[in-house]
T-cell receptor, first 112, second 114 residues
């Protein structure tokens, strides 16, 4: 299996909702990432997990909460989001931090 | 500050012609260099990388890139463009001192016309 999967593909939520984004890879990669991407812009790094430990947290608001239950799974818990949080959320993985990253198809999030 | 520049917002090429998408970087230390492609409403796909060794690296879909240390450039090339190559291309750099976080260029939209 050489891909990163993400669910759901689309998500619409209100500002008071709680939802979660899920990411999975079965390539044995030990680094996993969350990015936020606005249209036609490069991805913005949010979180990095290395060996299932949070390695980098790029000053992301606390309404975004990452979780890495095991080496194959990565979640992003969402709560009390703002309309400006609407974006494409990308998950990626790499064998190690030094290696190239493989991206999932993303979750298109709309916050009403 | 560390930065990556893609000087062209958009590149237009006729199908069958060679294409070049430019990337220059300004970093301290030895960079690892990457190219990614993003098709509409899709995630990013890894194309190729330069770590060390031969300055010309070959990647997916017939793309190649040339590392030029003196010009701090890593231009993406393809000898003969296809309409299906139309997409958004990102150059990125990582550094050991920055925990290998990717520093991204702004992206170049490549349009291949039949």
């Amino acid at each position: 299996d050489t891909e990163v999967t993400q669910t759901p593909k689309h998500l619409v939520m209100g500002m008071t909702n709680k939802k979660s984004l899920k990411c999975e890879q079965h390539m044995g990669h030990r680094a996993m990432y969350w990015y936020k991407q606005k249209a036609k812009k490069p991805p913005e790094l949010m979180f990095v997990y290395s060996y299932e430990k949070l390695s980098i947290n790029e000053s992301v608001p606390s309404r975004f909460s990452p979780e890495c239950p095991n080496s194959s799974l990565l979640n992003l818990h969402l709560h009390a989001l703002q309309p400006e949080d609407s974006a494409l959320y990308l998950c990626a993985s790499s064998q190690l931090l030094v290696n190239e990253q493989f991206f999932g198809p993303g979750t298109r999030l709309t916050v009403l | 500050a560390q930065s990556v520049a893609q000087p062209e917002d958009q590149v237009n090429v006729a199908e069958g012609n060679p294409l070049t998408v430019k990337c220059t970087y300004s970093v301290s230390g030895n960079p690892y260099l990457f190219w990614y492609v993003q098709y509409p409403n899709r995630g990013l796909q890894f194309l190729l990388k330069y770590i060390t060794g031969d300055n010309l690296v070959k990647g997916s879909y017939g793309f190649e890139a040339e590392f030029n240390k003196s010009q701090t450039s890593f231009h993406l090339k393809k000898p003969s463009a296809l309409v299906s190559d139309s997409a958004l291309y990102f150059c990125a750099v990582s550094l050991m001192d920055s925990n290998y976080q990717l520093i991204w260029g702004a992206g170049t939209k490549l349009i291949i016309k039949p």
